[in-house]
Each structure stands twice: as structure tokens, then as C-alpha cells.
């Protein structure tokens, strides 16, 4: 499988983890979502990593990373998510690729053609039209607080995954996917404590209902599931290229928002979208 055909699965599996996310929220905290996030890490995660090859020699070099991807590109994301209308939540979530091409230029030596540089720009002035108040008021700018975790996410997910693309390459194995699915394992427990969730009572009652968590449990596989095509991705093609393309799973989401989420969304915001989505399409032509 090439860089590219697995960048494209890797949009589909994070949309419909991200539509099904944005529903599961209204059953469970971000924290209890993101243990099963990390159950299915262990599940999946770790036997392809050991199918694909690991070296464990590199365990501490890669756990550094593996910690900032587990926090950046995966916690602060379920957080983030469950903040605001999931059409505008995710396509501000989705102008990742504009943060993962500053950083793979600063910290992993990428260079941006002028095009590329356009079309960046394009991706940046639509994120702005989506994010801002129609009115710039301090009344207005305070609800829409609910909109700044989405951009922190967006900045957190370009810098792990320069990172992660930086150690993905050097060590030209699957120890980073190895290690990530162990490092989650603390990481969801410390979720969890911070939520002040007792998740012995919550799988209690999940196994007792295991049908109104379909939700949950369904984003939580597709997500794990899109992230691993992701990382295939980054082992075979440059982040400059693979994130822009998982990025696209934004179209996805909000067809999926307003067929099945029965969400609407402003004719300004419209604009912003379409403006993302040049942007973004343009980068993966450019490739």
C-alpha cells in the first residue's frame, strides 16, 4: 500500500470516527471515550506494530514522542471535540496540514514550493472566516471560546505529527506505533482522574448497555483505525502529503453532520469551508 492510498483510508476511518465522537459525547466524557480510544490502541495497535517490525533498542528515544503524540494528536483532540457544532468543530481541526507544513519546514527542513505557500495561505484566511464572531464583541468573542480548543488541537496535531514523522523516519520501523499504544495506557487513566470519571462504574455500566455506547465504542475503533493508516503513511510519503489528504475527511463529516446530526451551518461559515477546502485540496494536488 503507497503513502497516498493509505492517507485516503486514513480520511475515511477519521471522519466517521469523528462524526460518531461528536454523537457519543452526549453519552459519555471526552475521557471515558478517549479509554476506549486506547483499549482499542492496545488491541490494534501493538500487533501490527509487531507484524510490521520493532525494534526495541530505540523504546527510549521513541518514548518521548510517542508521550507528546499521545497527549497532542489524541487527548487534547477528544477534548476538542466534544466543544462546539461538529461541522465548524472539525474543519477548524482539520487546518492541521497548515501547522504540520510550518513545523516539518522548522524543525524537519521541508521546503513549501510558492504554490504550496498559496494555497497555505488559502486554508488560513478560511479558518479565520470560520473561527471569527460575525461581531467582534467581548459577549461574542466569550462564546466562542468553545472554538479555541479546536485550533489548539489543529497547532498540537502538526507539531506531533512533524514529530512523529521525524522519529517515524529515523527509525524506519513500527516502534513508535508500539510505544504510542503503551504510552496511552497512563495517559487515558490520567484523563480520566482529571474528569473525576470512576471508570469501573462506567464499564459496569457499559456492559450493561452496551448499545447506547455505540457511539463511543465505534469512534473509538475507527479513530485508532485512522491514526494506524496514518502512521503507515507517514512511513512511506511526507507529512507535507498525508496530512493534507487525512484532512479532507472534513467533507466527509460535514455531509455526515447534516444528513444524520440534523446540524446547520451560516452561509459565512459555508464560505470559510469552501475557502479550507480549496486550500486543502490544493495542497494534495500539489503534492
Same mark, same amino acid.
Given at each position: 500500500?503507497?503513502?497516498?492510498?493509505?492517507?485516503?483510508?486514513? $480520511?475515511?476511518?477519521?471522519?466517521? $470516527?469523528?462524526?460518531?465522537?461528536?454523537?457519543?459525547?452526549?453519552?459519555?466524557?471526552?475521557?471515558?471515550?478517549?479509554?476506549?480510544?486506547?483499549?482499542? @490502541?492496545?488491541?490494534?495497535?501493538?500487533?501490527?506494530?509487531?507484524?510490521?517490525?520493532?525494534?526495541?533498542? %530505540?523504546?527510549?528515544?521513541?518514548?518521548?514522542?510517542?508521550?507528546?503524540?499521545?497527549?497532542?494528536?489524541?487527548?487534547?483532540?477528544?477534548?476538542?471535540?466534544?466543544?462546539?457544532?461538529?461541522?465548524?468543530?472539525?474543519?477548524?481541526? @482539520?487546518?492541521?496540514?497548515?501547522?504540520?507544513?510550518?513545523?516539518?519546514?522548522?524543525?524537519? +527542513?521541508?521546503?513549501?514550493?510558492?504554490?504550496? $505557500?498559496?494555497?497555505?495561505?488559502?486554508?488560513?484566511?478560511?479558518?479565520?472566516?470560520?473561527?471569527?464572531?460575525? +461581531?467582534?464583541?467581548?459577549?461574542?468573542? /466569550? +462564546? %466562542?471560546?468553545?472554538?479555541?480548543?479546536?485550533?489548539?488541537?489543529?497547532? !498540537?496535531?502538526?507539531?506531533?505529527?512533524?514529530?512523529?514523522?521525524?522519529?517515524?523516519? /529515523?527509525?524506519?520501523?513500527?516502534?513508535?506505533?508500539?510505544?504510542?499504544?503503551?504510552?496511552?495506557?497512563?495517559?487515558?487513566?490520567?484523563?480520566?482522574?482529571?474528569?473525576?470519571?470512576?471508570?469501573? /462504574?462506567?464499564?459496569?455500566?457499559?456492559?450493561?448497555?452496551?448499545?447506547?455506547?455505540?457511539?463511543?465504542?465505534?469512534?473509538?475503533?475507527?479513530?485508532?483505525? !485512522?491514526?494506524?493508516?496514518?502512521?503507515?503513511?507517514?512511513?512511506?510519503?511526507?507529512?507535507?502529503?498525508?496530512?493534507?489528504?487525512?484532512?479532507? $475527511? !472534513?467533507?466527509?463529516?460535514?455531509?455526515?453532520?447534516?444528513?444524520?446530526?440534523?446540524?446547520?451551518?451560516?452561509?459565512?461559515?459555508?464560505?470559510?469551508?469552501?475557502?479550507?477546502?480549496?486550500?486543502?485540496?490544493?495542497?494534495?494536488?500539489?503534492?
Amino acid at each position: 500500500m503507497s503513502g497516498v492510498i493509505a492517507a485516503i483510508y486514513s $480520511s475515511f476511518f477519521l471522519a466517521l $470516527s469523528q462524526a460518531s465522537l461528536k454523537k457519543s459525547y452526549r453519552e459519555l466524557p471526552p475521557s471515558v471515550a478517549f479509554f476506549f480510544d486506547m483499549v482499542f @490502541g492496545v488491541l490494534l495497535w501493538l500487533p501490527l506494530a509487531i507484524y510490521f517490525g520493532v525494534n526495541l533498542a %530505540s523504546f527510549n528515544e521513541v518514548l518521548i514522542y510517542a508521550i507528546i503524540s499521545a497527549i497532542l494528536s489524541e487527548a487534547v483532540v477528544f477534548y476538542a471535540l466534544s466543544k462546539g457544532q461538529l461541522s465548524i468543530t472539525s474543519i477548524l481541526i @482539520g487546518s492541521y496540514p497548515i501547522y504540520t507544513i510550518l513545523f516539518s519546514f522548522l524543525i524537519n +527542513k521541508e521546503l513549501l514550493t510558492l504554490s504550496q $505557500s498559496l494555497f497555505v495561505a488559502l486554508t488560513i484566511i478560511g479558518t479565520l472566516i470560520s473561527y471569527l464572531p460575525s +461581531k467582534l464583541s467581548r459577549e461574542e468573542l /466569550k +462564546k %466562542s471560546g468553545a472554538l479555541i480548543w479546536p485550533l489548539i488541537a489543529a497547532v !498540537g496535531i502538526g507539531l506531533s505529527d512533524t514529530l512523529s514523522k521525524k522519529i517515524i523516519t /529515523k527509525t524506519e520501523d513500527f516502534t513508535f506505533l508500539f510505544v504510542l499504544a503503551l504510552v496511552q495506557i497512563p495517559v487515558a487513566f490520567i484523563y480520566l482522574k482529571l474528569e473525576k470519571q470512576n471508570i469501573i /462504574k462506567k464499564m459496569q455500566v457499559i456492559r450493561q448497555k452496551a448499545y447506547d455506547y455505540k457511539n463511543a465504542i465505534a469512534g473509538s475503533l475507527f479513530n485508532i483505525i !485512522g491514526t494506524g493508516l496514518l502512521w503507515i503513511a507517514f512511513s512511506r510519503t511526507l507529512a507535507s502529503i498525508a496530512s493534507p489528504i487525512t484532512a479532507t $475527511s !472534513g467533507v466527509l463529516v460535514i455531509i455526515i453532520s447534516l444528513l444524520f446530526l440534523d446540524e446547520k451551518i451560516s452561509l459565512r461559515q459555508i464560505l470559510g469551508i469552501l475557502l479550507v477546502f480549496g486550500g486543502i485540496i490544493g495542497l494534495v494536488t500539489l503534492g
